[in-house]
């Protein structure tokens, strides 16, 4: 059951920025933890980045140094920053998100297309 609500994606030129929002503002549960998944045409979905709950930070190695995952606690909304993109980030983006209970819910997607 999707229970995030994603934004920020977009189309994007090579090089470009953009920052994608996980909410569960409104919702009754509060994101401990969390991962961002993407899947490309043709490609099965792969994880990105997580966040635990302790703040440890991971990244598939093909976006090192140019993604970044983070939470805003206050704000019980995940985030995900991504600079320099490439045309092969292009993907449906997804967040997932675990509360302190252990339920874990999906955002809808959020399309992020890199090309000139």
């Known amino acids: 059951q999707v229970r995030l609500v994603e934004s920020g994606g977009g189309l994007v030129q090579p090089g470009g920025s953009l920052r994608l929002s996980c909410a569960a503002s409104?919702?009754?549960?509060?994101?401990?933890?969390g991962d961002w998944f993407r899947r490309a045409p043709g490609k099965e979905r792969e994880l990105v980045a997580l966040?635990?709950?302790?703040?440890?930070?991971n990244y598939r190695d093909s976006v090192k140094g140019r993604f970044t995952i983070s939470r805003d606690n206050a704000a019980n909304t995940l985030y995900l920053q991504m600079n320099n993109l490439k045309p092969e980030d292009t993907a449906v983006y997804y967040c997932?998100?675990?509360?302190?209970?252990?339920?874990?819910?999906w955002g809808q997607g959020t399309q992020v297309t890199v090309s000139s």
């Open positions: 997932h998100g675990e509360t302190w209970a252990g339920n874990a819910y």
């Open positions: 409104g919702s009754t549960f509060t994101i401990s933890a």
């Open positions: 966040i635990t709950r302790g703040g440890s930070k």
